[in-house]
């Protein structure tokens, strides 16, 4: 009952990427040692009160006036600040991604603001402060459950500086998505056999294969075998070897080859696959049922490629 | 924040090297340490010896990052300290049973810093140990200490609330004032009109602990008084003031005596109607005002004679003043706030002209088995003297006090079971309370009525307001003899021994401290003038603030003119500017809400006015934009509308043009917007 009331209210947030902290979207509530220290100063001024201590009337008083100004204070620490986060980069799903959010302040200093997300446990927050007129980056941390385009978690800032009495908090539904390819499968089988092109629109470009392997600088993705050593040895560049023979031996990473009965093992499988062919510079076809990607050298095809596993029964045309 | 790398290692500033953990830590000790230590004078040796051990073990904890001991360690001793206390204090009720496990439990605490809930435990056990020095005293010096205390827990609890880096302690403490000095309006309007009610339940009797005079005399007790600097009262004389050796505030008078002991007399409560009390006043009165410390005890001391219940300003609640046959003024119930009166005395009065024969009775009564060496020596006198009348025994001994070699001293020492035998007969040194007690037994010996009255005797010179301070060691105890026809008579042996203890009003003095001894021997006058000037703002701060009353109270209402006021007005008020700052927030709040951009208002304003001629305009779009999307819905006759807005853009995004249209603009657009038709 509790979490669906939760999950009601904050269904009716409206999502967005900049969230600007008004009092419209702040609330405040005393906090477990507020409502202490308000039972100190009953008991203070019962003291105050029974032995008539003008002196402890003071006392009682002043601390009392500070934390009704603290209240305030709390309050300000947050209003008028204004997050943005940056849409994410893509991520596995399990695998822990690191979103950024920036506290842009227009205002005085602020301190002690505490960013996590809402349905995580208490402690894990990220504690800033953010410098007068100035910004913060906070970057969180975020394990996607599953795969497909998924909307970020809901966010929590939260406050209680200076005096920790009271505790202001906003909840924020960010409006960016984030793509989450599926899990790769740990451990999985080689790639499927070469084709030797036989999809026919990977011509041998070079002519005869293995007849000359020529160089170029390295590119994210070659594997390390492909690196010419001697070559890096000598002049500190990373040099590759064009490793034309693999190229010219396009392979086709085809779902019905996955052979597993489950749809997602099987996507997990060939996303591990697809890493594969991407970490090797193969060349490869890509086959999802109704997606069918010609082959293409692995670091143009990857991406495409997972995010059709991503997305998949979705079809994106490439 | 500081740059602590750049710091030399060996730099006297080690602290700013240490982690941040070790200092808030050693922060939170000093602030405990600051609040405990005013209660070391109040709180049994081993609970202070065992808060120094605690504080110092966890300081030294924090300085080598060491582990925090085990928590059964600390329930230890915990235990320990509650047997403790309710050995040594035999209860665990009662103030200062209380007080003791209170500044034993913070300092325990202290072992305990675990998570943030316990530093909170800390700060809230702070906050109400400082208010209990409340219970000692309210001076301006310990109002200061504790506003020094409230602002070191503050600004730790503000450290606590900053989770990130290494703030400074400089910055928290900046903080912690900014929030307390944000607050004092609230505080003010509180202390001011919050209602003065009376105690709520009836005060524990510990609550007499401490006391200018106690109610029983026994040798030495005085002394301790006397150690004792603490002002008792200020009183400020309208008119010549009497000469200091006239100066006798009255406190109890003590009759009956068992040897060892002086007590109260029993008839002076006596409060039969049928039975007033013999006073004669002659010659005209003495006019003074009073200022009196809490009491703590139930009577006044009042100037010698003042048979007139004196006005209370503000007046006492729910306690009227009795005047008991002792001329001594009572009241029902301990008097724990602070007093202002006014009030007349004569000097000239004969008190218990009628005998009270049954009085008279108690005030011959020696305990046998006593000091038969005093009794002795007062028989010898006797023969000696021959038939003489009560005035010239009383004379005869004060003459031997003056001739036979009697010393006045604060440190007599010990006297033994007969304690009047050897200090009359022997050793004879000692004060007031020795001198006073031996008269009163020789009297009673030679068949005198005789008693002892203890009190204040003497002030100081008068400060710039003219109030003469009296100090706790102005007590004295005098006597008094039976006159048949005349009444009771003051006899002051003290006087006989010691006359400036009694002429200049010079107080009992114990050696002074080091630091004052050398202020002292360096530059008197400036010693002097320095505790003037603090005396006078210590007497305007009681007189102003901390007397302040439901009678103040009401006076205030009286100026801002409510007639007749009453509690239910005081808290009405309260209610009423309480409501006030409210709604004030509320429409602050509200007034800040809607403050925006006056750009944006002047693009919501064209929107609206733009939607009302059928323009699908909406406040993303730029003045550019809407001048094209009017020329599409109105064509030629929208021409003028979207030159006005064309513009705006110009004016807006021109480098170093004003951000607003000018004046002539809005009527220009309202103009030709009138002249398109309404969709």
């Known amino acids: 009952m509790r979490s669906r009331l939760r999950a009601w209210l904050e269904n009716r947030l409206p999502r967005s990427d900049s969230w600007v902290l008004t009092q419209r979207n702040l609330y405040i509530l005393p906090t477990a040692a507020g409502w202490g220290f308000c039972g100190t100063l009953l008991v203070m001024l019962l003291a105050s009160i029974n032995y008539q201590l003008n002196l402890g009337y003071g006392l009682t008083f002043l601390l009392g006036g500070a934390a009704l100004v603290s209240m305030h204070q709390t309050h300000g620490n947050l209003r008028r600040l204004v997050l943005h986060i940056k849409a994410p980069a893509p991520a ?146 990373l040099v590759s070897r064009e490793d034309a023979g693999s190229a010219s031996r396009a392979i086709r990473i085809d779902a019905a080859d996955a052979g597993l009965a489950d749809v997602e093992a099987r996507l997990s499988r060939l996303t591990a696959w697809v890493l594969q062919a991407q970490r090797q510079g193969q060349v490869f076809a890509f086959v999802l049922p109704g997606l069918n990607l010609p082959a293409a050298p692995a670091d143009e095809q990857a991406p495409q490629a997972l995010q059709a596993l991503a997305l998949w029964p979705q079809v994106v045309r490439a | 924040m500081i740059e602590t790398s750049s710091l030399p290692a060996a730099s006297p500033w080690a602290w700013r090297q240490w982690p941040r953990e070790t200092r808030d830590v050693l922060f939170l000790l000093a602030v405990v340490a600051w609040i405990t230590a005013p209660h070391f004078a109040h709180v049994p040796l081993w609970c202070s010896t065992l808060t120094c051990v605690v504080l110092i073990w966890r300081a030294q904890l924090a300085l080598v990052q060491g582990k925090l001991p085990a928590r059964w360690m600390v329930v230890g001793v915990l235990v320990l300290a509650v047997a403790l206390t309710a050995y040594t204090q035999r209860s665990l009720m009662g103030k200062e049973a209380g007080l003791t496990l209170l500044v034993l439990l913070v300092a325990l605490k202290t072992l305990e810093l675990r998570a943030r809930r316990d530093a909170m435990v800390v700060f809230f056990l702070g906050f109400f140990i400082v208010l209990t020095q409340c219970f000692y005293s309210q001076s301006l010096a310990s109002a200061l200490g504790m506003v020094v205390a409230a602002w070191g827990l503050l600004t730790a609890l503000v450290m606590a609330n900053m989770p990130v880096g290494r703030p400074a302690l400089a910055r928290a403490a900046g903080i ?102 013999d006073l004669r006043i002659t010659g005209t009165p003495v006019r003074y005002e009073m200022l009196l410390e809490p009491p703590r005890m139930a009577l006044i001391p009042l100037l010698e004679a003042t048979p007139m219940l004196p006005t209370f300003d503000p007046p006492l609640v729910d306690d009227t003043p009795w005047f008991g046959r002792d001329m001594m003024w009572r009241t029902e119930r301990p008097v724990m706030m602070r007093l202002h009166l006014t009030a007349q005395a004569w000097p000239h009065h004969a008190l218990g002209v009628t005998p009270n024969l049954r009085e008279l009775q108690a005030s011959r009564f020696l305990p046998t088995g006593f000091n038969p060496r005093t009794l002795a020596w007062a028989q010898a006198l006797r023969e000696r003297l021959g038939p003489v009348d009560e ?289």
């Open chain 1, 92 to 237: 596995f799903a399990g695998e822990s991604a690191t979103l950024e959010v920036v506290l842009d302040n227009a205002h005085g200093e602020r301190f002690g603001i505490g960013l996590g997300w809402h349905d995580g446990p208490r402690q894990e927050i990220a504690y800033c402060d953010v410098p007068a007129q100035g910004q913060a980056m906070v970057h969180l941390r975020w394990a996607p459950p599953r795969r497909g385009l998924l909307n970020l978690p809901t966010v929590v800032v939260a406050s209680h500086f200076p005096l920790g009495l009271f505790r202001t908090w906003t909840v924020w539904r960010p409006a960016a998505t984030m793509l989450v390819y599926p899990a790769p499968e740990p451990d999985a089988p080689p790639l499927p056999a070469s084709t030797g092109g036989h999809d026919g629109q990977w011509p041998a470009r070079r002519g005869a294969s293995g007849e000359f392997d020529g160089v170029r600088a390295y590119r994210r993705g070659d594997a390390l075998r492909q690196l010419v050593w001697k070559k890096v040895a000598r002049t500190g560049e």
């Open chain 2, 176 to 277: 912690a004032a900014r929030t307390s000095l944000l607050g004092l309006p609230v505080m003010a309007a509180l202390f001011l009109l919050f209602p003065r009610i009376g105690p709520l339940w009836g005060l524990p009797q510990d609550a007499q602990g401490r006391s200018g005079l106690s109610g029983t005399l026994r040798m030495g007790g005085v002394a301790d008084l006397a150690m004792d600097d603490t002002i008792a009262f200020r009183v400020r004389f309208k008119g010549p003031p009497p000469p200091s050796e006239a100066l006798y505030f009255r406190g109890p008078v003590l009759t009956r005596f068992d040897g060892q002991e002086w007590q109260a007399s029993l008839f002076a409560t006596d409060r039969d109607p049928s039975r007033p009390l």
């Open chain 2, 391 to 679: 005035r010239t025994v009383a004379a005869a001994l004060m003459a031997h006090i003056s001739q036979a070699n009697y010393v006045y001293t604060l440190q007599p020492g010990l006297y033994g079971n007969d304690a009047i035998d050897s200090f009359w007969l022997d050793r004879r040194e000692g004060f007031c309370e020795h001198y006073a007690s031996a008269f009163v037994v020789i009297m009673r010996a030679l068949g005198v009525p005789a008693r002892i009255v203890t009190g204040y005797q003497g002030a100081e010179q008068p400060d710039a307001d003219g109030y003469r301070v009296v100090r706790q060691s102005h007590a004295h105890a005098w006597a008094e003899y039976w006159v048949p026809g005349a009444g009771w008579q003051r006899a002051d042996p003290t006087a006989a021994v010691a006359p400036e203890r009694v002429r200049t009003s010079r107080a009992l003095v114990a050696p002074p401290g080091l630091v004052a001894g050398a202020l002292q021997s360096m530059n008197p006058a400036l010693l002097a003038r320095l505790r003037q000037a603090w005396e006078l703002m210590d007497s305007r701060w009681s007189q102003w603030v901390m007397t302040y009353s439901r009678g103040d109270q009401f006076d205030l209402l009286k100026k801002v003119g409510v007639k007749e006021p009453d509690w239910a007005d005081v808290s009405r008020a309260l209610v009423i500017v309480f409501s006030a700052a409210a709604v004030a927030g509320a429409a602050w709040a509200a007034w800040d809400r809607r403050r925006q951009d006056p750009w944006q208002r002047l693009q919501r304003r064209l929107c609206k006015r733009l939607q009302g001629v059928g323009v699908p305009a909406s406040a993303h779009l730029g003045p550019r934009a809407l001048a094209e999307l009017v020329r599409q819905v109105h064509g030629e006759a929208g021409q003028a509308l979207a030159t006005l807005l064309e513009d705006l853009e110009r004016q807006r995004y021109a480098p170093g043009g004003q951000r607003l249209p000018g004046r002539q603009w809005w009527p220009q657009v309202a103009r030709a917007l009138r002249r398109l038709p309404n969709r």
